[in-house]
Nanobody, 116 residues
Framework: QVQLVESGGGLVQAGGSLRLSCAAS????????MGWYRQAPGKQRELVAA???????TYADSVKGRFTISRDNAKDTVYLQMNSLKPDDTGVYYC??????????WGQGTQVTVSS
């Protein structure tokens, strides 16, 4: 059973940076894709960034140019580098692993709070 553990969240001032990490218990090189989602209070969970097996990336329009998703297969870890943070980036960030059709895994989430 694949497990995902996020870390790196915290409180930061607007304009600051954070790097989130998602450590997987399995080989991420075998996953079809991985991604980061976030959920703000009172809002639905939304995709922030995704990375497929081939290395192609997808970003929400709101984070393009500020966030970067990357992976280290040797460490079975996916990262989300977040720069120029805004208060609207506040939320719980979840790591997701897409293992195949009908098979996904979620981490427990890490809180990111951006103060103005």
């Amino acid at each position: 059973q694949v497990q995902l553990v996020e870390s790196g969240g915290g409180l930061v001032q607007a304009g600051g940076s954070l790097r989130l990490s998602c450590a997987a218990s399995g080989s991420i090189a075998s996953f079809n894709g991985m991604g980061w989602y976030r959920q703000a209070p009172g809002k639905q969970r939304e995709l922030v960034a995704a990375l497929d097996r081939g290395g192609s990336t997808t970003y929400a329009d709101s984070v393009k140019g500020r966030f970067t998703i990357s992976r280290d297969n040797a460490k079975d870890t996916v990262y989300l580098q977040m720069n120029s943070l805004k208060p609207d980036d506040t939320g719980v960030y979840y790591c997701n692993a897409f293992l195949g059709i009908g098979s996904t895994r979620w981490g427990q989430g890490t809180q990111v709070t951006v103060s103005s």
